[in-house]
């Protein structure tokens, strides 16, 4: 029995297929997706409604469980408790079916690349075809776009010289233009900060005027000079613990992580309350309860 | 070891049992109708001046997801988006969401055209409004800056997950005058909201955006499980520090050595981590 189940798995799921079997695969993909989804939307709202609620339990509960249940044989002094060698055994298919299901995911997130590539012609394309105020940057996408979707086939479907050309060209769009205007935005961060840094720190209060402070120490026991600073002080003893570079380690450590951390705890239990409704579909509000 | 992390081991039993007992049991008491109160949250309670204040401008809105996907995160998104473009939508302002990635593109689309028509007019959907830019991080960023610029934007939300564009956002926001409320559970970007906006929510305050919202029960129940949750997890934090004080004080009274050796086979081995 368990030989036929994984005769029909490995016929369904292959772990790698080549030749023209491949187009079969991918077909048959794109049938049974196309087929599902036909299936789903001809479905009356009301029992929809009950799928997609299905679906999400489901797919939490395969999660919950991988997580869960344990991935050894439970012992109990020297024997182990009936029927967690099974359990285990289970959990550990889990655990090994879950690179094929974040496939799934990635596969299914795919198609909504196109829809939002639509979303970007259907507003540039506007732009271009009503002249509106700034029409030559939707046509500056346009030429990008395509440019750059073209010689990425060509540098890898070509060969010979036209293949180097294609690379080289692909090379200067993306090292030269795309990852040089990723690093300017990026490099606009240090000005922000100062600007920022200067509103935040203007004492107004109370608690301006801490965090001024605090923010005061810490920089200056981050960097040379404030080492120098204290350097007066001794390097060990009860003394020490005044240096700046220590009051910086003693503040980093202590008082902010212990922030951190509460606020993460504080997150973690929304996540997990959060994580709940939706997995139990008891998610109100937005488009969780509405007619699918 | 490797496997007690990786796993859930029975601490994860115990721990994780009795926070989604709670939650749901607080559900439950609040679909029962049980009156429950929730403190004020300034970052929330100033929806209504922001969106008053593009209505008297009469200049858009912009809400802006970070680059959330369809997670958690970028569902609680959703959700707060959701009545901010209710309350816009009731005073015929425009929403422009600006979004990074395809998937939850499709989704706020939905939201979108499902608020407008919840507040009565779905004529007033724009679809170009809300806008797939780019899954690049900074080409996302400089989308967002450029629309903020053009639109003259009288408002923004900053609401989902941030790394580095979140100082880049806010900052621009700032220069062209926007009133602007943040929240992200994205803790090292919070500082760079609280620098540069008017308004930001901390931590799981973020969670309990919807539903101090939208007052439903269910969400409500939902948050006051939370905080009892948060007890819990307070009193294992303060157990831990008991039991990591006595461990200290071992080597100077031996007489504890047993008292730990229970407190480290009973509890603290199922924490695995730094100690």
Redesign the interface.
């Known amino acids: 029995m368990s030989n036929v189940l994984h005769r029909i798995t490995n016929t369904l799921f292959p772990v790698s297929v080549a030749g023209p079997r491949v187009w079969v695969y991918i077909g048959a993909a794109i049938v049974v997706g196309v087929a599902g989804l036909v299936a789903l939307m001809s479905t009356p709202p009301r029992y929809r409604k009950i799928i997609v609620m299905a679906i999400t339990f489901l797919g939490g509960l395969f999660f919950s469980l991988e997580f869960l249940l344990p991935h050894e044989a439970v012992q109990v002094g020297a024997r182990a408790v009936p029927g967690s060698a099974g359990v285990a055994r289970f959990a550990e298919g889990l655990t090994n079916a879950k690179p094929s299901v974040a496939d799934w995911v990635m596969i299914i997130g795919s198609f909504t690349l196109l829809l939002g590539t639509f979303n970007l012609f259907q507003m540039h394309g506007k732009a271009v075809r009503k002249k509106t105020a700034g029409w030559y940057n939707s046509l500056a996408f346009f030429i990008s776009f395509f440019l750059i979707m073209t010689m990425g086939f060509l540098k890898d479907g070509l060969s010979g010289p036209a293949q180097t050309a294609s690379t080289q060209l692909f090379a200067i769009l993306f090292n030269g233009f795309v990852q040089q205007l990723d690093a300017t935005m990026f490099s606009l961060i240090a000005f922000y900060i100062v600007s920022a840094a200067y509103r935040a720190f203007r004492v107004r209060s109370a608690e301006a005027g801490l965090m001024m402070g605090t923010a005061g120490i810490i920089m200056l026991g981050l960097v040379p000079i404030g080492t120098i600073l204290t350097n007066w002080l001794p390097h060990s003893g009860p003394l020490s613990g005044l240096r700046l570079e220590n009051i910086t380690y003693w503040l980093l450590t202590w008082p902010n992580m212990a922030v951190q951390r509460a606020i993460e705890f504080g997150l973690a239990v929304g996540w997990l309350a959060m994580s709940l409704r939706i997995w139990l579909s008891l998610e109100r509000g937005s488009f969780f309860d509405r007619q699918l | 070891m490797g496997?007690m992390t990786e796993?859930?081991n029975p601490a994860?039993?115990v721990v994780?049992g009795l926070?989604?007992f709670l939650?749901?049991w607080k559900?439950l008491s609040a679909r029962r109708g049980r009156e429950l109160f929730i403190r004020r949250i300034p970052g929330l309670s100033v929806l209504d001046e922001a969106v008053g204040r593009a209505t008297e401008m009469g200049r858009p809105m912009l809400y802006a997801p970070g680059m959330s996907g369809?997670d958690?995160v970028g569902?609680?998104s959703?959700?707060i988006?959701?009545?901010v473009i209710k309350r816009a939508a009731a005073y015929s302002t425009r929403v422009i969401v600006p979004?990074c990635s395809?998937?939850l593109?499709?989704?706020a689309e939905?939201?979108a055209k499902?608020?407008y028509a919840t507040a009565g007019v779905p004529e007033l959907f724009i679809?170009?409004d809300?806008?797939?830019?780019t899954d690049?991080?900074?080409?996302w960023?400089?989308g967002v800056v450029g629309i903020q610029h053009?639109e003259k934007i009288a408002t923004a939300f900053y609401f989902g997950a941030y790394a580095?564009?979140a100082?880049?956002l806010?900052?621009n926001g700032?220069m062209v005058g926007a009133i602007q409320v943040a929240g992200t559970?994205s803790?090292i970007q919070?500082p760079?909201f609280?620098?540069?906006c008017d308004y930001t929510i901390?931590?799981?305050e973020?969670?309990?955006a919807?539903a101090y919202l939208?007052r439903?029960p269910?969400?409500l129940g939902?948050?006051v499980?939370?905080d009892y949750?948060?007890l819990v997890?307070i009193g294992l934090?303060l157990i831990g520090v008991v039991g990591v004080t006595l461990a200290a004080l071992e080597t100077r009274y031996h007489w504890l050595h047993g008292v730990n050796d229970v407190f480290q086979n009973c509890f603290l081995r199922y924490f695995p981590g730094r100690r």
């Open positions: 496997r796993f859930a994860t039993y994780e926070l989604v939650i749901l559900i369809l958690i569902l609680q959703m959700a988006m959701s009545h979004l395809p998937v593109y499709t989704v939905e939201v499902d608020a679809p170009e809300i806008r797939y830019l690049q991080q900074f080409a960023a400089s053009r580095a564009e100082l880049i806010a900052e700032q559970p803790i919070i760079f609280l620098a540069a901390i931590g799981d973020y969670y309990a919807s939208s439903e269910t969400l939902s948050l499980g939370q949750g948060k997890m934090v």
